[in-house]
């Protein structure tokens, strides 16, 4: 019953991700620009809360375990989302450059991207242990493979909405 729970779970999330690049694509055909730096923040909390729920309805905790986890994922969110700033600024810099990025440029984006996955990874890798202070293994583990497995799915979203590189030879 409970994967059940997970997957109806993440199939709503994907439902979820995939509504606002729907409303960003009519907002943007619409007024013919970008979407507003308000509504990428606003989208960003908006994500981070459904995350944060999704793992509250699927990770069960004791009263104790809930008092000492969730200062400690806030923590982490926070510190994900430092990371998160680093790639938005990178989507950000490919956009303004989209259709004219010279191969240097390309591969200085392409190794920048690459380390924010490593930083993401040594972040994780960082909290197994600290939440594994507050939580048994099993429950430390359940709540890697969700985060990893939500964080996959806004990955996969994100980057179903960004153009392939154009070689301009």
């Not at 970008?34 to 923040?41: A, L, Y």
């Not at 930083?119 to 507050?134: E, F, G, H, S, W």
Request: charged share 20%.
């Amino acid at each position: 019953m409970k994967n059940k729970l997970i997957v109806v779970t993440l199939l709503g999330c994907i439902c979820f991700l995939a509504a606002p690049s729907s409303h960003a694509q009519a907002a943007a055909s619409k007024d013919s620009q970008t979407v507003s730096e308000q509504d990428v923040k606003l989208l960003r909390q908006d994500l981070r809360s459904q995350k944060k729920q999704l793992i509250a309805a699927n990770l069960t905790l004791t009263d104790a375990e809930s008092t000492t986890f969730w200062p400690v994922y806030d923590q982490f969110s926070t510190e994900m989302t430092t990371i998160g700033d680093q790639k938005l600024a990178l989507i950000k810099e490919y956009a303004k450059n989209f259709g004219s990025l010279t191969d240097a440029q390309a591969q200085s984006l392409l190794n920048r991207s690459l380390s924010l996955d490593e930083a993401a990874t040594q972040l994780r890798i960082k909290y197994v242990p600290i939440i594994n202070k507050v939580l048994p293994g099993t429950k430390t583990a359940t709540f890697f493979q969700m985060e990893r497995r939500i964080s996959m799915l806004i990955d996969l979203q994100v980057a179903s909405q960004i153009p392939l590189v154009q070689d301009q030879h």
